[in-house]
């Protein structure tokens, strides 16, 4: 198994500020991923960060919004930039190490006023 | 693509009552399967799983089978209990080369009644 520990669990922001959310695994993992999770949806991916490499966006999400690092195998962040209340989500960090079940933070609950 | 279709919600049942949520999918080769659990404040879990045809994935008491022929893979509980209530989604994996991604359902809210 993995544990996440995903930070902050939940913040406020004004529109057109950034918020950075940080994800740290007890464990060496070749890829990370973020979800996002809207009110009464489903999650959807992000993009999936490789430690060493660009992260990789899926269709929708570009890095100029959703920048991510990846320093090392244990730890990512997302920066959710210039902030609009659309972005009011919650947005999960996601490891599968065993290639078979994936693993979840607690999120984080992102409210843009 | 592969694509997940889930039972809409919210389900709401008195204790001790049977539990369906239907969950059908659309994959080409032969994704594995899972039933994810979101409780009330918490993060995402594993409830179970199943990694072939026919298998049958258990956990505190909720089963589902992955069935290829109907392609669907239900949730079911013989006997639901108020901390049972949660959000519970089904989710498919698609394997195509190093992609390990998971296709989620759009979830379905559970509330069992006292």
């Known amino acids: 198994s993995a544990v996440i520990s995903q930070k902050p669990s939940r913040d406020i922001c004004q529109r057109g500020t950034s918020l950075t959310i940080q994800c740290q695994v007890d464990s060496q993992v070749t890829m990370m991923f973020w979800y996002r999770q809207q009110p009464g949806q489903s999650l959807t991916l992000i993009a999936t960060?490789?430690?060493?490499?660009?992260?990789?966006?899926e269709s929708g999400f570009v890095i100029d919004k959703f920048p991510i690092s990846r320093p090392n195998l244990t730890f990512s962040t997302l920066t959710v930039s210039n902030m609009s209340p659309e972005d009011s989500s919650i947005y999960l960090c996601?490891?599968?190490?065993?290639?078979?079940?994936?693993?979840f933070g607690q999120g984080t609950r992102l409210t843009v006023v | 693509g592969n694509s997940v279709t889930q039972m809409e919600g919210p389900v709401t049942l008195s204790e001790e009552a049977f539990l369906t949520i239907n969950c059908t999918y659309t994959?080409?080769?032969?994704?594995?399967l899972f039933w994810y659990v979101q409780y009330p404040g918490e993060g995402l879990q594993l409830l179970l799983k199943?990694?072939?045809a026919d298998d049958k994935g258990s956990n505190k008491g909720f089963e589902a089978t992955y069935r290829k022929e109907t392609t669907s893979f239900h949730l079911e509980k013989g006997s639901v209990q108020v901390s049972d209530s949660a959000v519970y989604f089904c989710?498919?994996?698609?394997?195509?080369?190093?992609?390990?991604?998971?296709?989620w359902g759009l979830g379905t809210s559970l509330a069992v009644n006292p």
């Open positions: 994959a080409t080769g032969y994704p594995s």
């Open positions: 996601s490891v599968a190490p065993r290639h078979t079940e994936a693993f």
């Open positions: 960060a490789n430690q060493g490499s660009e992260a990789t966006y």
């Open positions: 199943a990694t072939k």
């Open positions: 989710a498919l994996s698609d394997q195509a080369g190093n992609n390990r991604k998971l296709i």
